[in-house]
């Protein structure tokens, strides 16, 4: 479009026989003028672009409209939210990098990998044993409370054949997005003297939490603001717990603006498939379970895959990623006839102490917000406790009533520090196999004196935490005001895949390459060495990140 300014005694009609309009097509654009036949000295007149005589616009073959009909792009549909490609045609692929699982670990990966490699022309393929549920983590939609959100987690989930009597309570999702659809986004770093354990530079490790937490959209400004907060942590800190802090959330806080759209606040392995999607082209499928690795003992060539009618497909890829699980990572590469001697062993976990109480709410001027608040390990006390309330948990959705009361309620959830021993191990059952005609596993799990120790020490640095901040302990839902959580209820499983350069004592190198074969890899859970005090999915996600990196070196080479 251009812009004539009118002189003299121009009209909108001599201005259109000047420049070959017609009246009524410059009409259409100059609305804002009465009459064409109006003396318009001085005022703007815009022009329609000028377009080929054979598009010039017939208003016989219109019907009238000043304008023609506008063209019907074909478009290939797309059936699902989430671009799927179906095993038959993956199965006639070569991939570079073949992922199996799309849970922190597998998101991880696939997104570095496509962060890396975009424009090079490599070929990335992810599967996933589950099926595909909620297309975002399950906080981030506005039906769902704390009540309905375990009860969903408990409808989707199965209980871990294999766990009893040893573990219980343990459960296993298979789900696109794995357990990250439900994880309650705590992201504290490993502290210094576990990670000093580690066969990686405690600075690689930490530029690699830079890069997770960015991606993951890390904050502790999640309460800000929240005097139930900024009142309990003054007390803990005036009652020498200086390093009481607020906890680290994967939240996405940051205000609409310039268009974007924030519909993921709270991170699960989803927000990575979506970064991934956007930054290169990868195969997805779901349903797809990875039954065994192909290698020929020295280098991978690739996955045997099953859909749900058992029909079974050979995936051929360079290089694999292992990243199904601290339960199904080793079951599957025991069942693949992979010899480590530390394969299945040195699982680990951490204990779950508990505690419910009250606290008078007069000191807290409206609104009160949130609590979420994080009492880190020391040298000293092997554990860290989380404070969260006045709900279940830190969080609660907007359509939520919260009346103000006289008093409310206070969570404290302590997490110990757990040995990481051979003799905790998993095993293939060799008398019991699933629908696939897989072993199923056995856990076998004990606490250690020492693991013992932990625990009552935990327990009275709860009560200890609790007096200080002027938390009353009581029962609720005839639940003991503190309680000792099964050993297999917090999904904090890891180490049976664990990395280190002994090969008698590890699985996998420090890169999670399997030692003894190249082009196997692991980059879940199992993968890290042991668990510390603290969640650990942003260590799984920065470690995860490295060894795509490893795998992209590589690849370029």
């Not at 496509?114 to 996933?128: A, D, H, P, V």
């Not at 990572?329 to 699982?347: K, V």
Request: hydrophobic residues 40%; negative net charge; aromatic residues 8%.
């Amino acid at each position: 479009m251009r812009i004539w300014i009118s002189n003299g005694h121009d009209t909108l009609r001599t201005i259109a026989n000047k420049h070959q309009f017609s009246i009524e097509e410059l009409f259409m654009f100059n609305q804002h003028i009465a009459h064409p036949d109006q003396v318009i000295t001085g005022q703007p007149v815009y022009l329609p672009s000028v377009v080929e005589p054979d598009l010039r616009i017939d208003p016989g073959a219109m019907s009238g409209s000043p304008l023609p009909t506008c063209p019907t792009v074909p478009t290939e549909p797309l059936n699902n939210w989430i671009p799927l490609t179906p095993l038959e045609e993956m199965a006639q692929n070569e991939y570079d990098v073949l992922i199996i699982g799309t849970g922190a670990g597998g998101g991880a990966v696939l997104w570095r990998l496509c962060e890396q490699l975009k424009q090079q022309g490599k070929r990335i393929g992810i599967i996933e044993r589950g099926d595909q549920y909620i297309p975002t983590q399950a906080r981030n939609l506005s039906t769902m409370n704390q009540e309905r959100l375990i009860a969903y987690f408990t409808h989707l989930s199965k209980p871990l054949p294999g766990a009893d009597p040893e573990y219980p309570g343990a459960r296993q999702l298979f789900a696109l997005g794995g357990r990250t659809l439900f994880w309650y986004t705590f992201t504290p770093r490993m502290h210094e003297w576990d990670l000093a354990k580690w066969p990686i530079p405690i600075h690689e490790m930490e530029s690699y939490y830079g890069v997770a937490e960015e991606v993951m959209n890390v904050t502790k400004s999640f309460a800000e603001g929240s005097s139930f907060t900024a009142i309990l942590l003054e007390r803990l800190w005036m009652r020498g717990y200086s390093k009481a802090s607020p906890l680290p959330l994967a939240a996405d806080i940051v205000p609409q603006s310039f268009g974007q759209i924030h519909t993921d606040m709270f991170t699960s392995s989803i927000s990575l498939l979506a970064k991934a999607l956007n930054l290169g082209p990868f195969d997805l499928a779901i349903n797809s379970r990875a039954v065994q690795i192909i290698h020929d003992n020295s280098k991978v060539t690739g996955v045997k895959v099953m859909s749900p009618d058992k029909t079974a497909y050979m995936i051929k890829a360079k290089t694999v990623v292992c990243c199904a699980s601290t339960f199904e990572t080793p079951r599957l590469l025991l069942y693949s006839g992979i010899q480590n001697p530390a394969l299945g062993h040195y699982f680990t976990n951490q204990t779950f102490v508990q505690a419910t109480g009250t606290i008078s709410t007069a000191d807290f001027p409206i609104p009160w917000g949130p609590l979420n608040i994080m009492i880190q390990q020391t040298p000293e006390n092997p554990y860290s406790v989380l404070m969260t309330g006045p709900e279940a948990f830190y969080w609660y959705p907007v359509a939520v009533e919260r009346p103000l009361t006289g008093i409310t309620t206070v969570n404290l959830y302590g997490y110990g520090k757990v040995e990481s021993r051979y003799e905790n191990r998993i095993t293939l059952d060799p008398y019991k196999v699933d629908d696939y005609g897989i072993p199923e596993i056995q856990v076998h799990f004990s606490l250690s004196e020492a693991d013992w120790a932990v625990v009552r020490q935990m327990s009275d640095g709860i009560r200890r935490i609790a007096a200080s901040a002027g938390i009353r302990l009581n029962s609720e839902g005839g639940r003991p005001p503190i309680c000792l959580t099964p050993l297999g209820d917090l999904h904090h499983d890891a180490g049976s895949c664990r990395i280190g350069d002994d090969p008698a004592v590890s699985v996998a190198d420090q890169y999670g390459q399997i030692h003894g074969i190249s082009g196997l890899y692991v980059a879940d859970n199992s993968a890290l060495p042991d668990t510390g005090a603290e969640n650990q999915t942003l260590t799984t996600i920065a470690l995860a990140i490295r060894t795509a990196d490893h795998i992209a070196r590589r690849l370029q080479l």
